[in-house]
């Protein structure tokens, strides 16, 4: 019981910092005050009419779409390579895809920026999504491997041995058993790229701005609630697309007690 009670402590005090910007955005006034002295949808209205805010939203989704495909597909066949392939480098290669998640994200970022820089990738849409996939891609990387060491390799080797070739066993036996596993790191790559604002900073320029950036330029410029508006829809999206990942596993399990069974 006192494990229980030590836990929901420790949850709350990590998500109510987080959760008080929800309040906040529906405040009434134009300056921070938690608890708001009346609330009021004025903010939200705002965040609406500004064109600025709307186009680095719709650029930011554009790009976690992207990233997320990217990373998903990259992140997929190096845990394929990893689980599949005998190679005498293989620890080497493990450490380099998940170095990105060890290595500080500023150090992360300057050496995005002075590679991208000399081949003309900042300011760009195609290198915001290279340079997001870089710290997304362990995840998908994670995730997958672990999916996959639990997968019977004699699955495959039978469909091989009926007629199918390599690719067509991979996606007719494999995947769907890894599915979960895919879908879950696809949704953690999104989120990671629609909140990330260190290395968006050192790649986005004028016509490429994500909306992280713009919060930040804002918070350096001016404060008001239409940040917290900002914030409450990417909490909101953080937490649908958990609960999304959530229904995956859970529905997952349930197929695999009943396969058991």
């Not at 392939?85 to 500023?106: E, G, H, R, T």
């Not at 060491?149 to 199918?164: F, I």
Request: glycine share 4%; net charge positive.
């Amino acid at each position: 019981m006192w494990l229980r009670i030590v836990v929901f402590i420790i949850v709350v005090a990590m998500l109510a910092p987080i959760l008080t910007i929800i309040p906040i955005s529906f405040t009434s006034v134009s300056f921070f005050q938690f608890p708001p002295p009346d609330y009021s949808l004025k903010w939200y209205q705002a965040f609406m009419e500004n064109s600025n805010w709307i186009t680095t939203f719709v650029r930011s989704l554009e790009i976690a779409l992207f990233t997320a495909i990217l990373s998903t597909i990259l992140g997929t066949m190096a845990a394929c390579a990893v689980t599949r392939i005998n190679f005498k480098a293989k620890p080497i290669f493990m450490a380099l895809m998940i170095a990105p998640m060890i290595i500080p994200v500023i150090i992360v970022g300057i050496s995005i920026y002075f590679f991208f820089s000399q081949n003309h990738l900042t300011d760009t849409i195609p290198g915001l999504v290279l340079a997001h996939s870089v710290l997304a891609i362990p995840m998908v990387f994670i995730t997958v491997t672990s999916s996959l060491r639990g997968v019977d390799r004699n699955l495959e080797l039978a469909a091989m041995g009926l007629g199918s070739t390599p690719i067509e066993a991979f996606f007719k036996i494999t995947v769907p058993l890894i599915k979960p596993a895919i879908l879950s790191g696809m949704l953690i790559s999104f989120i990671t790229s629609l909140d990330e604002p260190v290395i968006s900073i050192f790649i986005t320029g004028p016509s490429t701005k994500t909306l992280p950036v713009f919060m930040w330029e804002n918070l350096r410029t001016q404060i008001d609630p239409t940040i917290a508006v900002a914030s409450t829809v990417i909490i909101i999206l953080t937490i649908c697309a958990f609960l999304l990942q959530e229904i995956v596993s859970l529905r997952a399990s349930k197929l695999k007690n009943k396969s058991s069974n």
